[in-house]
């Protein structure tokens, strides 16, 4: 079992949809998630961290974490064609230097 | 635009050759990476290096060699690569190996390597 399981996609919606990306895992020593975006052929940029449990919201982007079902999800709200990009999420844990990805969720948003 | 550079954006190179990856940042970080990232599939953690010195090699094999010049500078070392080496190798930054915790990783935008 991987320690990190996300939905490859690809995930298509339309323009103006809210968009749920999600991830689960298995640590139960992870305690800082986050969520980074990349675009084709380029290097993955952090959007959202959280630590521990709760919700984080940046404008249109809202991040969840669930600790007891090990469960966290990204939502974007109003969703637009410049949001098609791969989502990765990515975990670590307490003082910790190494980064655990998920596969990466591919999204395309339809004009 | 990214704060970490890197050189060049795109390499060929036969299975004899040596070449070398750079990568640059300003930041003022004293931590830095490299991934590698095939298509598809997450960056992989190959190399962490805190105040120029390697503190993590993920048992790499050694025809992938890094180099950390100074604090700004971290370069990977190329000498006869296989095909299954092509792939998108990127460069990262953080503050110091604890500050990584808070997802401060600031990625440079990769180096894709192709190798006949």
């Known amino acids: 079992q991987k320690e990190v399981e996300q939905d490859p996609g690809p995930l298509s919606v339309p323009e103006g949809a809210i968009v749920s990306l999600n991830c689960t895992y298995s640590?139960?020593?992870?305690?800082?998630f986050m969520w980074y975006r990349q675009y084709s052929r380029k290097g993955p940029e952090l959007l959202m961290y959280?630590?521990?449990?709760g919700n984080k919201e940046d404008g249109r982007f809202t991040a969840q974490v669930d600790k007891s079902s090990k469960y966290i999800s990204l939502f974007i709200r109003d969703s637009q064609p410049s949001d098609s990009a791969t989502y990765l999420c990515a975990m670590n844990v307490e003082y910790g230097n190494k980064l655990v990805f998920g596969a990466g969720t591919i999204l395309r948003v339809k004009s | 635009d990214t704060e970490v550079t890197q050189t060049p954006k795109h390499l060929v190179m036969g299975m004899t050759n040596k070449k070398s990856l750079k990568c640059e940042q300003h930041m003022g970080h004293r931590a830095m990476y490299w991934y590698k990232q095939k298509a598809k599939k997450p960056p992989e953690l190959m190399f962490v290096?805190?105040?120029?010195?390697?503190?993590i090699n993920e048992s790499v094999p050694s025809r992938f060699s890094p180099e950390c010049p100074n604090s700004s500078l971290l370069n990977l070392h190329l000498h006869a690569l296989q095909p299954e080496d092509s792939a998108l190798y990127l460069c990262a930054s953080s503050q110091d190996i604890g500050r990584v915790i808070a997802g401060e990783l600031f990625f440079g935008e990769g180096s894709r390597l192709t190798v006949l």
């Open positions: 290096y805190s105040y120029e010195k390697l503190s």
């Open positions: 640590n139960s020593a992870f305690q800082y």
């Open positions: 959280t630590y521990s449990s």
